[in-house]
């Protein structure tokens, strides 16, 4: 999800500099794109309180992402589980 204050644009814009700057892998781009899309949707719909990606000591994007679920528990999983799993609850509302 992007920062509040933060629209869509300003978000890609960022992932770019994250990218020129070394601190993200420009295969994650478009993943978490599609996964602040989609926990958008899943957070306005209470199926998430919210989710993150992990960095390592030099801020660099971990292939890891944090969700907590409607539970409260927290989720540990890769960026390509982040999507599929946030997809598959979407999908589970109808």
Do not use: C
Not at 10 to 38: A, G
Not at 54 to 70: G, K, T
Not at 74 to 87: A, G, H, V
């Amino acid at each position: 999800m992007t920062h509040k204050y933060e629209s869509f644009t300003e978000f890609e814009f960022r992932l770019d500099e994250m990218i020129q700057n070394q601190k993200l892998k420009p295969e994650y781009k478009t993943l978490l794109l599609e996964i602040s899309e989609l926990g958008e949707k899943a957070y306005a719909n209470g199926l998430i309180f919210g989710l993150g990606w992990s960095v390592d000591d030099n801020n660099v994007v971990l292939d890891e992402y944090e969700i907590m679920n409607r539970g409260g528990n927290i989720l540990y999983l890769t960026i390509s589980e982040t999507r599929e799993y946030i997809q598959n609850l979407i999908e589970d509302l109808g």
